[in-house]
């Protein structure tokens, strides 16, 4: 796979090549040694928690039979926020995926910035990465399928069930045949920043308004904004492009 560095936002976009195919789908991650393998693929890694640790069948089985059990439980507590319900077991599935639930499916957005948020939101130690994959197969009337069959290549979903956060967030997924295995392939590059270029370029995504309170709507995105501007008063540390140098706040004017 090739990788690209940048320590800029400007030089970031100069790489995600925005007049690019409409099929161009990205992943943040927190950590460049993070690699393109589903939650539910990874599951085993822990000594302690891994499904080794279960009995009965091999771990392929054991792996899917938790698989239909978490988005059973996720249906069942789920129904009384829905408004809208998903119309198939992919719906379902991908709404689980997109709230955190262990699955097979990767989350992506069509949106560059979205996925350098998602890439610089946690982990200010380390540095990030941004996944970019030309997608150019996509799963077609998605709500008529089984999500629970192996995919013959890696298939691109775009659910017609969604909520506000699904919304702003511009998300996608992706299904791969198998889940345990990275997907690393020429049509997938990534691009990787040091720390240092993380945390100036998490700032000046907020001067743009790409922030907790917009990728996350509701009051814990709200709230996300609120610890951010606490904790720029309690510091006194003003970045370059800090989104809150012109408030007031706690009666003091930020100069």
């Known amino acids: 796979m090739k990788e690209f560095q940048v320590s800029t936002l400007p030089k970031y976009l100069e790489e995600v090549e925005l007049r690019s195919s409409h099929t161009r789908i990205y992943r943040g991650v927190a950590d460049p040694s993070y690699q393109l393998i589903p939650s539910l693929g990874r599951l085993d890694v822990d000594p302690v928690f891994g499904l080794e640790k279960l009995p009965g069948g091999t771990l392929e089985e054991r792996r899917e039979r938790y698989e239909v059990e978490l988005l059973r439980e996720f ?3 789920a129904m009384p926020f829905l ?20 699955t097979r499916l990767l989350d992506w957005t069509i949106n560059p910035l979205v996925a350098l948020y998602f890439a610089c939101e946690s982990k200010p130690e380390s540095g990030g990465a ?3 994959r030309d997608q150019t197969h996509w799963q077609v009337g998605a709500h008529h399928d ?3 069959k192996k995919a013959e290549q890696i298939m691109g979903i775009q659910p017609d069930h969604s909520d506000k956060r699904f919304v702003n967030q511009e998300g996608v997924f992706t299904l791969q045949p198998d889940f345990r ?6 049509a997938t590059h990534r691009i990787v920043f040091n720390a240092k270029a993380k945390d100036h370029m998490q700032w000046q995504l907020a001067k743009f308004g790409i922030r907790a309170s917009v990728i996350y709507p509701g009051l814990d995105g709200v709230a996300k904004d609120v610890r951010a501007l606490c904790e720029t008063t309690r510091t006194g540390v003003l970045r370059e492009a800090d989104p809150y140098r ?3 706040f706690w009666g003091r004017p930020r100069q």
Request: aromatic letters at 10%; glycine letters at 2%.
């Open 75 to 77: 249906k069942r507590r």
């Open 83 to 102: 408004t809208i319900l998903p119309r198939s077991e992919l719906e379902w599935l991908c709404l689980a995926q997109h709230y955190g639930v262990p």
């Open 130 to 132: 941004v996944y970019v």
């Open 146 to 148: 089984e999500p629970f």
């Open 181 to 186: 295995v990275a997907i690393d392939d020429d």
């Open 246 to 248: 012109s408030l007031q």
